[in-house]
């Protein structure tokens, strides 16, 4: 394993790691370095196992320069980038990136105050990660409402969750139930069509809710 890598990681089919690897080479200083790439979240960093080769490099005092895009490749959580950032200091791996290059001058600093600077760096710059990362995730649920129907659908209009059983369905849940039918003979009559267009019987939990509903 070369003692430079670049770390690549896209987490939607829409991200090109193109431009993440073209900024990168900007920060090489030798030509000896490998590419690890992938397509993860950096939430499910358990999943990602390119990363955890290259930690695994870090550990064995192989790898010396570990660059990235942006911070948020390696973690979006501010304690685990925190963490990863000392596993680093540990086993003597700088880590580089094109977004933060201004960390580059706390690497020059003399001991012990490189620490303290480092660490309130850090801090900061993961709280910011992390604020970042829950107002995106607040948006995208605040685009989410009902339709006419009470169906959840995206801001692009896109229907969330299981088709909706019909009120055809829900019809003849009502009257069978008038006719003394048990909840479970009512799930073994009633059916309904799913979004593939396969015949389905109503679960006894659906039947108990639409009974609920009706009053019954």
């Excluded at 200091?89 to 706390?106: A, G, L, N, P, V």
């Excluded at 959840?152 to 209009?157: E, H, L, N, Q, V």
């Amino acid at each position: 394993m070369k003692q430079t890598i670049i770390y690549l990681r896209t987490s939607t089919e829409e991200q090109n790691p193109e431009n993440q690897k073209k900024d990168c080479l900007s920060l090489i200083k030798s030509e000896a370095y490998e590419i690890f790439e992938e397509k993860q979240s950096a939430f499910k960093d358990n999943s990602r196992k390119q990363f955890e080769l290259i930690r695994e490099g870090i550990k064995k005092g192989e790898i010396k320069e570990l660059i990235v895009w942006d911070w948020d490749r390696l973690f979006r959580n501010r304690k685990k980038l925190k963490e990863f950032f000392e596993f680093c200091k540990i086993y003597k791996c700088e880590i580089h990136s094109f977004r933060q290059k201004f960390f580059e001058d706390f690497y020059k600093i003399p001991s012990p105050f490189d620490e303290i600077i480092q660490e309130l760096v850090l801090n900061l710059m993961g709280w910011l990660a992390e604020d970042e990362s829950k107002k995106k995730s607040e948006r995208i649920k605040s685009a989410i409402r009902k339709d006419k129907k009470g169906h959840t659908i995206s801001y692009k209009g896109n229907v969330w969750g299981r088709k909706a059983i019909s009120e055809k369905a829900n019809k003849e849940i009502i009257e069978a139930r008038k006719k003394g039918l048990s909840i479970r003979e009512i799930s073994q009559s009633v059916f309904y069509w799913d979004k593939n267009k396969n015949r389905k019987k109503v679960s006894v939990g659906y039947v108990q809710k639409t009974l609920k509903e009706n009053g019954l």
